[in-house]
Structure formats: C-alpha cells, structure tokens
C-alpha cells in the first residue's frame, strides 16, 4: 500500500490519501514534447485552471457565460485568460452561436473539449458525475486510441503486438477469477 499525503487543491486542506485501488487512467497527450509540455502546463497551472476543467461537460458545450459565472470568485479576466490558453493548448475548441434572449438576437461563445480535453475532465471530475453510458464512450475511444498507439509503437521498434494483446487477456481472466472468488 502506497501512502500519499497532499494538499487538496480543490478543499484547500490537508488530507491523507491511501492508495490501494489506482484509477485506471492514461492520459493521451501529443508527440512532440513542446505540444506535451502546453497542454500539461495549460491544465495544471493554477487552481483556476483546475476549476475550470472542473466545470466543462464532457461531451456538450460549455457557454463562456455560464463559467463565468459559475466561477464568480475569480476574475473574469482571469477565467478568460485560461480558457484561451485551453484552446491553444488543444484542450477546447471554441465556437460563437446566436441566441435569442428576449426579442435580441446574441452572439454567445461556448467551449467544447478536444480529445485531450475529455480526459483532463475526466481525470479531474468525480466519477460519480459521470453516467456508467458516459465512461464506457469514454474508455472506448481512450481504449481504441491506446491500442491503436501501442499497436504502431510496437510496429516501429519491432516489438510483438500479440504480447501486449496477451497481457489484456490474462488481466481479464484473472480479474474475472478474482471476482469470481469474491462472489462465492
């Protein structure tokens, strides 16, 4: 057992957290490192930009108002700042709409993850904020995309893919053993 001690950046106390079960998680990130490095400094940077990544939806728009205003303690200069950082890191795409607000018609700006941008979100948010339809698109896609990675790393060094495919299979049979085991 792996015995973690930090400071929660989002409760701004110290807590003791004991790692016994990891949260399975990989985080696709561009090739070149420059690229790795933006997107890693973008979302990591500051406790604003973790409450912002906080905030978005995985998998519909999120309106620059509505962050705005969610997000009243800092700065509306500042939630901007972070949020076009995001979308030069690659994190978000951003998009202008027209809405109609009474007889007006409105430009509104919204912000949608990337690829990348879903996992930062995921990584960050609560699992239980997620429906178990949501995860299982989610682990798909990262799960296609993995293998897809593995499978040309190991083409381009002159690895075997066949044994990392044997290893997923031996960690299925053996979990499912296990579960088995537990359930009797």
């Known amino acids: 057992m792996l015995k973690v001690v930090r400071v929660d950046i989002f409760f701004e106390e110290e807590m003791s957290v004991k790692i ?3 949260w399975p998680f990989i985080l ?3 090739k070149e490192t420059a690229a790795q490095y933006k997107v890693l400094v973008s979302a990591f940077s500051s406790n604003i930009a973790l409450k912002i990544l906080r905030k978005l939806r995985l998998d519909v728009k ?3 108002k509505d962050l705005i205003e969610e997000l009243s303690e800092h700065s509306n200069k500042s939630i901007l700042k972070y949020l076009e950082m995001f979308v030069n890191a690659g994190i978000l795409e951003e998009g202008i709409e027209r809405s109609s607000v009474g007889k007006r018609n409105v430009w509104v700006k919204w912000y949608k993850p990337t690829f990348i941008g879903r996992w930062l979100i995921l990584l960050l948010a609560p699992r239980e904020r997620f429906s ?3 995860l299982k698109e ?3 896609d990262l799960l296609s995309f993995y293998a897809k990675s593995i499978v040309n790393l190991c083409l381009d060094t002159g690895l075997d893919p066949n044994y990392f495919k044997e ?3 031996e960690a299925i049979t053996t979990q499912k053993e296990s579960s088995r085991t537990y359930k009797d």
């Open 20 to 22: 016994e079960e990891a």
């Open 28 to 30: 696709p990130l561009p």
């Open 62 to 64: 999120s309106y620059q």
């Open 132 to 134: 178990p339809e949501q």
């Open 138 to 140: 989610v682990i798909k």
């Open 167 to 169: 290893l997923f299979d």
